[in-house]
């Protein structure tokens, strides 16, 4: 090589290099949430909400245009923002900016906190600062002392015992208290717990499952029985932290979920029992699928046989 040419650089020295400018971004991002941790405070002691769409279109429009100027692909830099708008709004909640200074924390049972939809609820209401107890078939603490002890009890066990814990659970509530149910179906729940505690009623349905990252814009249905000052708290709380909420009397609820949710897992069925039926060799069909159906169906390890 000649002594005025540029010596080319060998693939360990660039992974390096690269190595050493990810620790410098990883600590401007740092840097970035310490200044997020600020704003959070601020937010909080002001009453701001959280999101705030408009500076957020802002952000996007402003980095985007960037990158643009600097040759930066527009797309995935709009990907990458978005990302870490998220993860900000995801600190701004774990610091509790939207947990109203005036409102009181509780004690809330989770009976089936053991489970994995009990637990995920169970971090949630923690997460705002409430005392949580769990009371399941296994548990020294049983849901008879839980639901005496708490301020707000939470069923969340198998659909098919629901009602009848309800019903065993209901007149240990405190009066003052309120008694609230998670499962998918309303009508049933929410009778089952008017008609066995004198305590205010909700019911509840989570549109997602235990294994969500974040409680950012996932929605829960609230089902108002008896207690509207309830169920104003739960709707606060749960605002706090990211969630949707949607109201609906229990009879419009199972209409709704009749066609929202029957209607999908119907669609899965008709599509397994097309496949079983008329695919010989099912893992080959994969092949010529597309990203989205090859998600949808079916587990990983059918596709490679």
Known sequence: MDEGSTRTRSLVELRAMIDALDRDLLQVLVKRMALVGEIAQYKREHAVPIRDLAREREILEDRCSRAVALGLPQGEIEALYRLVLWTSREQQAALRVEVPQDLEPRTVAVVGGKGEMGACLAHLFEDLGNTVLIADLDTELTPVEAATAADVVIISVPIDVTEQVIRDLGPH??????????????????????????????????????????????????????????????????QAHGVVITEATPEEHDRAMAMVQVLIHFQTE??????????????????????????????QG????
Do not use: Y
């Open 302 to 305: 059918e596709i490679n046989q």
């Open 173 to 238: 509530v405190r009066p003052e208290g309120l008694l609230m149910d998670v499962t998918s179906l309303k009508q049933g729940p929410v009778e089952a717990m008017l008609e066995s505690t004198s305590a205010s009623v909700l019911g509840t349905h989570p549109m997602f499952g235990p294994d969500v990252h974040s409680f950012q814009g996932q929605r829960i249905v609230l089902c108002r029985g008896r207690g509207d000052a309830w169920a104003d708290w739960v709707t606060r709380m749960l």
């Open 270 to 299: 008709a599509f397994g029992l097309a496949l079983s039926r008329c695919c010989h060799a099912k893992g080959k069909s994969f092949r010529t699928a597309s990203p989205t159906e090859v998600a949808h169906w079916p587990p």
